[in-house]
């Protein structure tokens, strides 16, 4: 008697934990049609881990930079690990968790975060944390990352969170139960439609242009974590019009850059050297760069990783050739629907 009654007890288990699970799966959002940026996190991890780059920061990364078109032109092998308003804390621990697969030669982090000193908002906070797996690395983006009505334990068990979605579910909830739609390019979010940049609002008066202490402080972790793992880091500034960036903001980089002897491309200062137009090279009037804007500077990016950092081509290796074949099907049949879909000859 004793042990059915211990056979029920764990089937009733497997069963109720089961339920959850599947319910769990049913809940969490798909960021399939819509806010697809939730998904780009979670992707790097379908990668064959191998890059000789990787991006790390903000929406300025990965709608701005072309991995496939690095692979194209200089045989560079790179991914965006990019997320929506990325804070520098959770950039540290995307690079400290990617570390665990892999060593790039090169990291390029985008400076924007730096201006955020504390959390900012929960719906980006999860976009960014949620699609890692779990590691030491993440429970560390969540503990610093956390706002204060936020418990921990609703990114361990996502069904604490979004149990009210329970009335909202659509077919794509059913759909991609199990598996997300692929929604980058190597992390870059493609837009080939144009909208110019008119009117941009310049910068508002600051009661502070300093950069807050907590924001140097991840900022030297990763400078420290590249230096120990004997990793070039390379900070830029995407020349997106808007946020507007500060020349205070400009003078601390420059000087951090020269203290700790990296390398810092300002492309908003590279506008006429890229030949960047920003009546046709931007699709949101001047935020982040169409695929034609950011075409330009990748191309002055991969100059610089040939010639100053003696990244070499790689397209003589059969089997990265064999997976960025695949990968360039699927980008430039993208291009072809995106033109379709917006009109775009």
């Not at 049913?26 to 191998?50: F, R, T, W």
């Not at 890059?51 to 200089?74: Q, T």
């Not at 909830?173 to 692929?182: A, M, Q």
């Amino acid at each position: 008697m004793k042990t059915k009654k211990w056979i029920r007890i764990v089937l009733t288990t497997i069963f109720v934990v089961g339920t959850l699970y599947l319910l769990q799966c049913l809940l969490v959002p798909k960021y399939a049609s819509s806010v697809v940026e939730g998904n780009l996190i979670a992707e790097y991890y379908q990668e064959e881990m191998d890059h000789d780059v990787l991006f790390i920061g903000d929406c300025e990364v990965y709608e701005n930079f072309v991995p496939a078109h690095l692979w194209e032109e200089y045989g560079i092998n790179s991914f965006i690990r990019g997320s929506a308003q990325q804070l520098i804390w959770q950039s540290y621990y995307l690079l400290e968790d990617a570390l665990r697969y892999e060593t790039p030669d090169v990291v390029i982090f985008n400076v924007l975060a730096l201006q955020y000193n504390e959390p900012q908002k929960e719906a980006y906070n999860r976009m960014s944390i949620e699609g890692m797996k779990w590691s030491m690395s993440k429970v560390g983006a969540i503990q610093s990352s956390m706002m204060e009505d936020e418990n921990f334990l609703d990114y361990v068990f996502p069904i604490l969170r979004y149990h009210s979605r329970i009335t909202e579910l659509g077919a794509e909830d059913f759909k991609y139960l199990f598996s997300r739609p692929k929604v980058s390019h190597n992390g870059y979010y493609m837009r080939v439609d144009s909208k110019p940049a008119v009117d941009v609002p310049g910068g508002k008066i600051l009661g502070n242009y300093q950069f807050g202490d907590n924001a140097y402080a991840y900022m030297d972790k990763i400078t420290q974590l590249c230096k120990e793992n004997d990793i070039e880091l390379i900070l830029v500034k995407a020349p997106s019009l808007y946020p507007y960036w500060y020349e205070e903001w400009e003078l601390q980089i420059e000087e951090y850059a020269a203290k700790h002897e990296l390398t810092y491309i300002n492309f908003l200062e590279l506008q006429e050297e890229c030949n960047l137009d920003f009546n046709v090279d931007t699709y949101d009037a001047g935020l982040h760069l169409n695929l034609w804007g950011a075409l330009k500077i990748t191309d002055y990016l991969g100059q610089v990783l040939t010639e100053d950092f003696g990244l070499t081509d790689r397209r003589n290796d059969e089997h990265l050739s064999q997976i960025w074949d695949e990968k360039l099907k699927i980008y430039y049949a993208e291009i072809e629907r995106q033109k379709e879909l917006y009109g775009v000859e």
